[in-house]
């Protein structure tokens, strides 16, 4: 788990989902006795992919309590050329490339507290593109995307709007842990456990 890095009294992880994946040891079935022993924090993840599998493949297991099952976009897949910790991570390289979950009250923030995080690796001219979210074509303010704008190399977190905007933060070419972390009615975005930005944030994600 990147929990760890974060600062004690932050809510605990509520979604994590690495894109090109935070490898980690091949996922077995929960166990909370075992996990929980671990990391305290384990039983209120949501969703936890890892990256682990077999090189080429587009199955990609979610390793939290609630395995949800993943649908593929495009041609996403484990890939052995880049990881952070295991042997693998998962590769978007398309456009369009994306895995989609069904709808799930596990995905609903309200207006509590949250932590949405991930391991990142942008390639060099990597385009703008969305990481992570729930969030439709159409901006609503129920919705929530945690943006990447390859111009200025910024994270956005939007709702119908941009919430909170970083500055160029981010690099290429290199391994980096982001985290978007909400206490109350601030929203805080960290960067390799370092906070670089928030705001306030009242908004009601109330969409699955």
């Known amino acids: ?3 760890g890095i974060l600062a004690p009294g932050y809510s605990p992880p509520v979604l994590s989902l690495p894109l090109l994946g935070s ?3 091949v996922p077995t079935p929960y166990a909370p006795s075992l996990q ?26 979610d390793s939290s309590k609630n395995g949800f099952a993943a649908a593929v976009a495009g041609s996403p ?3 052995s050329a880049f990881s952070r910790f295991g042997k693998g991570s998962i590769s978007f390289q398309g456009v369009r490339d994306c895995l989609l979950f069904s709808a799930s009250q596990e995905f609903v923030f309200g207006t509590g507290n949250f932590t949405v995080e991930m391991q ?20 609503s303010t129920t919705t929530w995307q ?11 977190w939007h709702t119908g709007s941009a919430v909170v905007t970083t500055g160029a933060t981010l690099r290429t070419g290199v391994w980096q842990h982001v985290a978007f972390c909400r206490s109350g009615t601030t929203l805080r975005v960290f960067v390799n456990g370092q906070q670089i930005a ?3 944030d009242s908004s009601n994600y109330s969409t699955n």
Do not use: C, K
């Not at 990597?126 to 074509?137: A, E, H, K, M, V």
């Not at 945690?146 to 956005?156: D, I, K, P, S, V």
């Open 77 to 79: 897949q484990i890939s």
């Open 23 to 25: 490898p980690q040891p």
């Open 120 to 139: 990142l690796y942008l390639p060099e001219n990597q385009n703008s593109r969305g990481l992570i979210g729930n969030r439709p074509d159409g901006a």
């Open 198 to 200: 928030s705001a306030t």
């Open 146 to 156: 945690m943006l990447f704008h390859t111009t200025t190399n910024r994270l956005e």
């Open 1 to 3: 788990m990147n929990a």
């Open 36 to 61: 929980d022993e671990v990391d305290p924090f384990w039983n209120g993840v949501s969703l936890y992919l890892s990256g682990e599998g077999l090189y080429g493949s587009q199955t990609f297991i």
